[in-house]
Nanobody, 123 residues
């Protein structure tokens, strides 16, 4: 089981930025997709963004498109989520995960979940 570790969360004011990181211990995913999800209490885990195993072809949820950017480093072992123009409704625990198939958005299609990192956006 590959371990994914998220980091970079924190408290930021509305309009600010944060960059989240997801490191895959001992594994580089060259196929499928790496994705970011978020969850708030009492709600289902929500798709945010994903990127192909090759590092290209990102896709986003409509409510973050134009504000968030997903990318991965040259080696391919770390995936990032750059979040700009943050809003209070972006407050959530953010998780990364891997899907063996590119292009999907359901949390049930993804596996190897990390422990999550808290993002709090104050108004």
């Amino acid at each position: 089981q590959v371990q994914l570790v998220e980091s970079g969360g924190g408290l930021v004011q509305a309009g600010g930025s944060l960059r989240l990181s997801c490191a895959a211990a001992g594994r580089i995913f060259r196929s499928g997709a790496m994705g970011w999800f978020r969850q708030t209490p009492g709600k289902e885990r929500e798709f945010v963004a994903a990127i192909s195993g090759s590092g290209g072809m990102p896709y986003y949820a409509d409510n973050v498109k134009g504000r968030f950017t997903i990318f991965r480093d040259y080696v391919g072992s770390t995936v990032y989520l750059q979040m700009n123009s943050l809003k209070p409704e972006d407050t959530a625990i953010y998780y990364c995960a891997h899907d063996q198939t590119y292009g999907r958005r359901r949390s049930t299609d993804f596996g190897s979940w990390g422990q999550g990192t808290q993002v709090t956006v104050s108004s």
